[in-house]
């Protein structure tokens, strides 16, 4: 069974809660792996938290907001096993899973509006690895 783990830094908490409340309405289980309130935090910190777990196992999927969606990409994708995808539009987050199986999307709280980061959010957990020519590739990795 699929496990969702989200977390986010400061910059990222409110759309995280966002988030949140979107898995909530679907109906789809989730943990926070924090922050718990927006006081300031170091988000390569979060970011190692929810990668550590993700590896775990191959069903599982994180969710890492932060102001860009760049930091929290760059720290997750320091995990062997973790393919974390920064992802802009519905395109990309397609693209994404088709592609390069992505297991963690990473989000810019700055530079999407919620509408489209839930659009994206919902694109990625719904969206299966192509597999094909695309797994000789990701063992490349």
Avoid: W
């Amino acid at each position: 069974m699929r496990k969702i783990f989200i977390s986010s830094d400061h910059a990222g908490y409110k759309l995280k809660e966002f988030i949140k409340i979107y898995l909530s309405k679907k109906k789809l289980s989730f943990q926070d792996m924090g922050p718990y309130n927006a006081d300031r935090v170091d988000y390569p910190d979060y970011a190692h938290k929810v990668a550590k777990i993700v590896k775990t196992n191959k069903d599982n999927i994180g969710i890492l907001v932060c102001g860009s969606g760049m930091g929290m990409n760059i720290a997750a994708n320091r995990h062997k096993n973790i393919r974390a995808a920064q992802c802009f539009n519905l395109k990309s987050t397609k693209l994404s899973r088709l592609h390069n199986d992505a297991n963690i999307i990473t989000l810019g709280s700055r530079l999407l509006t919620k509408k489209n980061a839930l659009n994206c959010v919902g694109v990625f957990l719904k969206t299966k690895f192509e597999g094909g020519r695309h797994s000789k590739r990701i063992k490349k990795i």
